[in-house]
């Protein structure tokens, strides 16, 4: 090992981090804030090491501010798909579970794997991300008012029709920022109005995706799909079981944004609606052939904006 590890286990208060040098393992527990943070770089300081590569799982949002925070140091930064974790402490029979235990060995993982640095990503789409998050929890939120309702006392139906309606005034609100923030960033502007040239890709559905993906940062359609989790996994043992699935080894919010559209596309998409065609004599089932959409159209959205063109169903894109 030529350089040290630091693992880290996010909780939302806490962060437990195991410091893997060549001549021992220091283990500690901090506060999952700012000040925790400024207390974690200290600590890192007072060891006076040449580097120190950090490596954290990615799970939700609870790990982004001091990931971008030990990125900005100037610290190697690494976030880890679980799965991957799960599969090293099961390689290695790990019996104990606690978050010191899973902090060792995300530091273990990473000096014998060495995974690839992360970067954040700009902080507009950092900022429009924040924004789209928002509007999905209260999105949710008012739909699990307006189940209650469907059930609830007709005494309670004028309590329940003031949140949902606040909701609703905080969502337009919401989206109104969006529009705001896309009118100050001219190429997220511009990368939105390519992607609605899309047949299937709605205004929603273009602010997810520039909010979720940085597509800067990939080479081909194939990598951009990888990372959303729409790519083929086939499955096969013996005679008894052969089928294929999606992946999901990647950003669920973009498959979630992906499926509706992609119903959209099978009817108004020309060359996605003459590809499930051929899906469909193939033997390939409905759910299939939906998923099958899904990556398609991720696939143009990432042609459009590389070639910096409006989609055009009778040209070929770079992808």
Not at 74 to 97: C, D, E, M, T, W
Request: proline share 4%; charged share 25%.
């Amino acid at each position: 090992m030529s350089q040290a590890t630091l693992g880290i286990d996010v909780a939302k208060l806490t962060l437990d981090v195991a410091l893997l040098t060549p001549d021992k393992t220091l283990c500690k527990q901090f506060e999952n804030s700012d000040r925790g943070f400024q207390a974690l770089r200290a600590w890192l300081g007072s060891f006076s090491l040449p580097s120190v590569h950090a490596c954290l799982e990615a799970t939700g949002s609870y790990g982004d501010g001091v990931a971008l925070f030990l990125h900005e140091q100037g610290y190697v930064v690494s976030l880890i798909n679980p799965l991957r974790i799960k599969g090293y402490a099961a390689a290695k029979l790990q019996r104990n579970k606690t978050d010191k235990a899973d902090a060792r060995l995300i530091a273990e993982f990473c000096a014998k794997e060495t995974p690839a640095p992360w970067a954040p990503p700009a902080s507009e789409i950092r900022h429009l991300q924040a924004l789209n998050r928002r509007i999905e929890t209260l999105t949710e939120m008012q739909q699990m008012e307006k189940n209650r309702r469907d059930t609830a006392p007709a005494e309670t139906h004028e309590s329940l029709d003031r949140i949902i309606t606040a909701l609703a005034q905080e969502i337009a609100r919401l989206q109104q920022e969006i529009n705001q923030h896309l009118d100050q960033h001219p190429r997220l502007k511009q990368q939105r109005d390519l992607l609605l040239t899309v047949p299937g890709i709605g205004e929603k559905t273009a602010q997810v995706l520039l909010g979720e993906i940085d597509f800067a940062r990939y080479d081909d359609a194939r990598q951009v799909a990888a990372a959303a989790g729409v790519t083929p996994r086939k499955q096969q043992s013996g005679t008894s079981l052969k089928r294929t699935n999606l992946s999901k080894l990647g950003n669920g919010r973009v498959r979630k944004a992906l499926y509706f559209p992609a119903i959209v596309a099978l009817r108004h998409n020309r060359i996605i609606k003459e590809f499930a065609g051929r899906l469909k004599k193939n033997g390939k089932t409905p759910m299939q052939i939906v998923c099958a959409a899904m990556r398609k159209l991720l696939h143009q959205a990432f042609g459009v904006l590389k070639n910096n063109c409006s989609f055009n169903p009778n040209l070929t894109f770079a992808s």
